[in-house]
């Protein structure tokens, strides 16, 4: 499968933005996805994960409450929904897949595909 983030942006704490990944080459019903995000220098963050059905969703503790993580497998897209977003979200933003999670949904080493990322920038 292949995996292409989109809809990041600058914008200002409090406010909210969408990003969206769209995945091509194969269906994503069979996928776990997640989100991580990066910033220089540092190691890839977990952010968000949704099982095959879209009903089990979990988040890191630093997003829990303000993010949102859905899914719709008829259109093969994922989509992170930001709400109240503050400076230390900004990071570049990456969408990931994997069938099998050995490890756990948040650990980046189990997804096998990933999209190459979308900046969000946030100003205080």
């Known amino acids: 499968v292949q995996l292409q983030a989109s809809g990041g942006g600058s914008v200002q704490a409090g406010d909210s933005l969408s990003v969206s990944c769209e995945a091509s080459?194969?269906?994503?019903?069979?996928?776990?996805m997640g989100w991580f995000r990066q910033t220089p220098g540092a190691e890839r963050e977990f952010v968000a994960a949704i099982d095959w059905s879209g009903r089990s969703k979990y988040y890191g503790d630093s997003v829990k409450g303000r993010f949102t993580v859905s899914r719709d497998n008829a259109k093969n897209t994922m989509a992170l929904q930001m709400n109240e977003l503050k400076p230390e979200d900004t990071a570049i933003y990456y969408c990931a897949a994997t069938k099998f999670a050995d490890h756990g949904l948040e650990v980046a080493a189990d997804y096998r595909y990933w999209g190459q990322g979308t900046q969000v920038t946030v100003s205080s």
């Open positions: 080459k194969e269906s994503i019903d069979n996928y776990l």
